[in-house]
């Protein structure tokens, strides 16, 4: 690999698939792509549950990164990476008390005003969901909104805004930037607009403002 420059992420998880027309499909699937994209180059990325299933040797061979919320899971998982480079290579890592101390200076919480009501997302939070259907924990009622549009986990010290719909979330920047999000994850930071479905405008009676209020 080295000789032609190529480096690799891999993610890994344990447990049940469903094989369909040569595809597989399953929550350890979707983990699995979780972790290969939390992994860097040359890094091998997977979920405590995966590595309390190796032998006692290969369980030492790996190191925990933390807890992170995974979309698609109610609770946090513990992230770990599995060692494979000489010790002289690998970055340090912090204590879980020490990240968690340092993400929460980096960003204390999230508010969300939509339609005059206010909504504060913390860092603890669980998974805050935006869409049409009644059980988010924000709704907006709107054809072109996605029963399950979207959802904001706290995440590395950062508010991520995770789009899983048909037509997409657009977000304009307090700076003036513009940006467009499907199936793909955006970082919210400083202030801004989300709209659900379709472009930012004035007029909208839709348009959710967010602010990341710093510690």
Same mark, same amino acid.
């Given at each position: 690999?080295?000789?032609?420059?190529?480096?690799?992420?891999?993610?890994?998880?344990?447990?049940?698939?469903?094989?369909?027309?040569?595809?597989?499909?399953?929550?350890?699937?979707?983990?699995?792509?979780?972790?290969?994209?939390?992994?860097?180059?040359?890094?091998?990325?997977?979920?405590? &549950?995966?590595?309390? @299933?190796? !032998?006692?040797? =290969?369980? #030492?061979?790996?190191?925990?990164?933390?807890?992170?919320?995974? %979309?698609?899971?109610?609770?946090?998982?513990?992230?770990? &990476?599995?060692?494979? @480079?000489? !010790?002289?290579? =690998?970055? #340090?890592?912090?204590?879980?008390?020490?990240?968690?101390?340092? %993400?929460?200076?980096?960003?204390?919480?999230?508010?969300?005003?939509?339609?005059?009501?206010?909504?504060?997302?913390?860092?603890?939070?669980?998974?805050?969901?935006?869409?049409?259907?009644?059980?988010?924990?924000?709704?907006?009622?709107?054809?072109?909104?996605?029963?399950?549009?979207?959802?904001?986990?706290?995440?590395?010290?950062?508010?991520?805004?995770?789009?899983?719909?048909?037509?997409?979330?657009?977000?304009?920047?307090?700076?003036?930037?513009?940006?467009?999000?499907?199936?793909?994850?955006?970082?919210?930071?400083?202030?801004?607009?989300?709209?659900?479905?379709?472009?930012?405008?004035?007029?909208?009676?839709?348009?959710?403002?967010?602010?990341?209020?710093?510690?």
């Amino acid at each position: 690999m080295l000789e032609f420059n190529i480096a690799v992420r891999i993610g890994l998880q344990h447990g049940p698939v469903l094989v369909e027309q040569d595809d597989l499909f399953g929550d350890a699937v979707n983990v699995a792509a979780r972790m290969v994209s939390l992994a860097k180059a040359d890094q091998i990325i997977t979920t405590r &549950e995966t590595v309390s @299933q190796l !032998p006692d040797d =290969l369980e #030492q061979m790996t190191r925990s990164l933390g807890r992170s919320w995974v %979309r698609g899971k109610q609770d946090e998982m513990e992230i770990v &990476e599995v060692l494979w @480079q000489e !010790p002289s290579s =690998l970055t #340090q890592v912090v204590s879980t008390e020490q990240q968690e101390e340092l %993400r929460s200076l980096l960003v204390a919480r999230l508010i969300l005003i939509y339609r005059g009501a206010t909504f504060e997302v913390m860092p603890s939070s669980r998974m805050f969901t935006l869409g049409r259907g009644e059980k988010n924990n924000l709704v907006v009622d709107n054809d072109r909104v996605s029963r399950s549009h979207a959802d904001i986990q706290f995440r590395q010290g950062k508010f991520i805004l995770a789009d899983g719909s048909t037509n997409g979330t657009y977000l304009l920047l307090d700076n003036g930037a513009r940006f467009f999000v499907q199936r793909e994850e955006f970082t919210l930071h400083d202030r801004g607009i989300i709209c659900l479905g379709q472009a930012v405008a004035n007029n909208s009676p839709d348009l959710i403002r967010y602010e990341c209020i710093q510690a």
